[in-house]
Nanobody, 122 residues
Framework: VQLVESGGGLVQPGGSLRLSCVASGFSFSSYSMSWVRQAPGKGLEWVSS???????YYGDSVKGRFTISRDNAKNTLYLQMNNLNPDDTAVYYCAKREVGDPFPDFGTRNPRGQGTQVIVSS
C-alpha cells in the first residue's frame, strides 16, 4: 500500500487549497478512504471520509468548508478546502479503511503516507 499526498502549502485565511492523494498497491475503488490531519503539538484528527458508493462524511470543524471526492479511474482522493482559517494548519494525510475500523471516523490509526503540510497564516 502506498499513499502519496500533495497540494499543501501556505495560504492566507479565507483562501483555498486542493489536496490530492494518489493510491497504489491495492484496489482503490474497493475501499472507503479518509483524510485525517495533525496540528502542531496535537494528536491526529479525523477530517472527512468517502465510501465506495461516493457518500461523504465530515467532521464538525470542516463541515460546509471542505469537500472530499475521489476519481477511481485515477486512483486519486481529493480534498477541496475553502475558507481556510489558522485552525486548519496541520499535516494532512489520507488513509484507507481497514477491517474493524470505526465508521465514518476512521484513519487515525491506519498506515498513512508522508502527508502534506498546510499552513494558514497572514
Amino acid at each position: 500500500v502506498q499513499l502519496v499526498e500533495s497540494g499543501g502549502g501556505l495560504v492566507q485565511p479565507g483562501g483555498s487549497l486542493r489536496l490530492s492523494c494518489v493510491a497504489s498497491g491495492f484496489s482503490f475503488s474497493s475501499y472507503s478512504m479518509s483524510w485525517v490531519r495533525q496540528a502542531p503539538g496535537k494528536g491526529l484528527e479525523w477530517v472527512s471520509s468517502i465510501i465506495i458508493a461516493g457518500d461523504t462524511y465530515y467532521g464538525d470543524s470542516v463541515k460546509g468548508r471542505f469537500t472530499i471526492s475521489r476519481d477511481n479511474a485515477k486512483n486519486t482522493l481529493y480534498l477541496q478546502m475553502n475558507n481556510l482559517n489558522p485552525d486548519d494548519t496541520a499535516v494532512y494525510y489520507c488513509a484507507k479503511r481497514e477491517v474493524g475500523d470505526p465508521f465514518p471516523d476512521f484513519g487515525t490509526r491506519n498506515p498513512r503516507g508522508q502527508g502534506t503540510q498546510v499552513i494558514v497564516s497572514s
